[in-house]
């Protein structure tokens, strides 16, 4: 029985068809998927706070309703994700209980500070920008739920890139001293984004599985030369430069060469000793306890509604 599964699962993976929630599925194939989206889902809550930090010292009152509805896109996204990680069998309470108990993973960009206002801007043209760059691929995952989820996600994510564009544009035609803030959040901001795309393909032991299993069309190292490839022309639009000495055109491989990562300080900040890890998962862990009254208040009224449907 098992074996008939099996093949059945391995002509829609080489059809490059769509597995479904009720479709038959290795177990690996269910707890990678789990892993990744769960984490994923975890990146996006996380992801709010360097950014809800900015939402009462916006410069105005236009630069605030947009932060605002960047972080409530944010909080959506997570939501989709975690919905689309529950159809994979494991209850969101679960998945939640792994991030506040620090065993789950989420984007080790959002261990850094968000310094001045000028982050809100590198963070969404960098991160954002990453963001997109992994997920539009995504948007093709075999696992029907994840797939569809990145679809709506990739094209919020980019009215997310245009606003942080913006916000760097202004300040680098600024004031010179606006014109550093922003060189600055540049400068602090681009190599932990090039690392959003995950370790070095040598050092990636998902990856082979994830892309013979179509959940993973492009290895970490493809996506992040076709970020660096996307950025350079940006940047120089902005009038910024990116912090990479190392950065130049290779006329043979038809991409640009860029300096080596600090993949020390990657495995640092996704074990926990990253410069705001502690303090993002306090602010989880206490966000999570005071929205109790809100879990108790859904489920009293969900159980009365029941209660009332069964007379
Ligand atoms: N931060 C934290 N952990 C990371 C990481 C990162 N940037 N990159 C890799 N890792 C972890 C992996 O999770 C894995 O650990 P695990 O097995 O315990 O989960 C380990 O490092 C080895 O990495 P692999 O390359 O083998 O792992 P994957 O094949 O899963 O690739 C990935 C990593 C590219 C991040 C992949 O999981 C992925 O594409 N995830 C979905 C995209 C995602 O999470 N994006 C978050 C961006 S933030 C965001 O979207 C918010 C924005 O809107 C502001």
Request: overall charge negative; some cysteine.
């Amino acid at each position: 029985e098992n074996s008939v599964d099996q093949q059945h699962f391995d002509t829609l993976i080489a059809d490059d068809s769509r597995i479904e929630p009720r479709d038959w599925m290795p177990e690996a194939y269910r707890k990678t998927l789990t892993r990744q989206v769960s984490q994923h889902a975890h990146s996006e809550i996380i992801g709010m706070q360097p950014e809800a930090n900015w939402i009462t010292r916006a410069p105005s009152l236009k630069r605030k309703a947009i932060l605002m509805a960047k972080v409530q896109d944010e909080a959506g996204h997570g939501l989709y994700l975690y919905s689309a990680a529950e159809t994979l069998g494991t209850p969101r309470e679960v998945l939640n209980q792994q991030l506040l108990s620090g065993k789950a993973k989420y984007s080790s960009i959002f261990n850094y500070p968000a310094r001045t206002w000028a982050d809100m801007g590198a963070i969404g043209w960098l991160v954002d920008g990453a963001a997109i760059c992994n997920q539009v691929p995504l948007c093709r995952a075999s696992y029907g739920p994840y797939g569809r989820a990145m679809v709506r996600i990739c094209k919020e994510e980019s009215f997310h890139q245009r606003q942080g564009w913006e916000i760097l544009y202004e300040l680098s035609h600024g004031s010179e001293e606006q014109k550093q803030m922003a060189q600055d959040a540049v400068n602090r901001t681009y190599g932990p984004a090039l690392q959003m795309f995950g370790p070095p393909d040598a050092d990636s032991p998902n990856s082979q599985q994830s892309m013979e299993w179509n959940i993973k069309r492009f290895s970490n190292d493809e996506l992040r030369q076709r970020f660096v490839d996307m950025i350079v022309p940006q940047a120089e639009a902005l009038g910024l430069t990116l912090p990479d000495a190392d950065l130049k055109w290779n006329e043979e491989r038809g991409h640009y060469d860029y300096g080596q990562l600090d993949w020390d300080e990657f495995m640092s900040v996704i074990k926990g000793s990253g410069p705001c890890n502690v303090q993002r998962m306090q602010r989880r862990r206490k966000a999570h306890h005071d929205g109790a009254w809100v879990r108790e208040a859904a489920e009293a009224y969900a159980k009365r509604q029941m209660q009332a449907a069964a007379q």
